[in-house]
């Protein structure tokens, strides 16, 4: 059997999330079906991780297992021919027996981007949080040795997480506003819990209109109470941007 690892970029607003549900089109089915078609044979991709109902990819990482003898070029060219607009495989290639997506994965970099300005676009409303209030970008900047290292994360996660260890290692976090008023903002991690970045998101945007301070998250992150934190950033605005292999 040959292992074949995946990067693919993806649309999520017309999907029910990465993995395969009873209540919803996932991409994972997709990717399945469409692999199936190529190949002759059933096949199981195995992705990095999930992403939410609504959120995109840059550069989801997955693998599957299969027989087919057919070059990895006409792989590529085949899966995307049958693939919907909205998903595509940017890179396959054969790898060892060994990869795997999920678990050899060391860290992963999410991108929220937020439309900051007075006028909403009509363009990014797909793939953005429209905020029109001004946003206090330093402030927010402020806030972010509250939430890297090593933490647990309970208060900014969702009470539904699948998860029982809420404990995760935010490596990095960086924010830039660019001409268009678009703010950009970007966190990597050893994992992510369900809904943590775009509740981190949320916080920050509170910061950012001056309507809590990082004294006051710091405070809730202590609380490890979901209850206590704000509101949750909405899903259009979440991109998985990569996941980094050792």
């Not at 997506?101 to 363009?123: D, M, Q």
């Not at 301070?213 to 941007?241: C, H, N, V």
């Amino acid at each position: 059997m040959r292992n074949i690892r995946l990067t693919i970029e993806y649309d999520g607003g017309a999907y029910c999330g990465w993995q395969r549900q009873v209540n919803g089109l996932a991409i994972q089915e997709v990717l399945e079906g469409c692999i199936a078609r190529i190949t002759g044979q059933p096949v199981r991709v195995i992705g990095s991780g999930r992403t939410d109902a609504g959120v995109h990819a840059l550069g989801q990482v997955a693998h599957f297992l299969t027989a087919s003898p057919l070059p990895e070029w006409n792989l590529l060219m085949g899966i995307n021919s049958l693939l919907p607009p909205d998903i595509v495989v940017r890179d396959l290639r054969e790898v060892p027996p060994s990869f795997h997506a999920r678990f050899a994965a060391t860290s992963k970099v999410y991108l929220y981007r937020i439309c900051n300005r007075a006028v909403r676009s009509a363009l990014e409303r797909g793939h953005a949080w429209f905020v029109w209030e001004p946003l206090d970008l330093a402030k927010m900047r402020g806030a972010f040795p509250v939430f890297t290292g090593t933490h647990d994360f309970s208060s900014f996660c969702s009470t539904h997480t699948d998860s029982p260890d809420h404990v995760r290692t935010i490596l990095m976090m960086e924010a830039r506003r660019d001409p268009e008023g678009m703010l950009l903002i970007s966190m990597e991690a050893d994992g992510f819990l369900r809904y943590m970045v775009r509740t981190i998101v949320g916080a920050l945007v509170d910061v950012g209109r001056g309507k809590t301070s990082p004294e006051e998250l710091a405070r809730i992150l202590a609380a490890k109470d979901r209850t206590r934190a704000g509101l949750t950033a909405p899903p259009q605005g979440l991109f998985l941007k990569e996941v980094r292999y050792e």
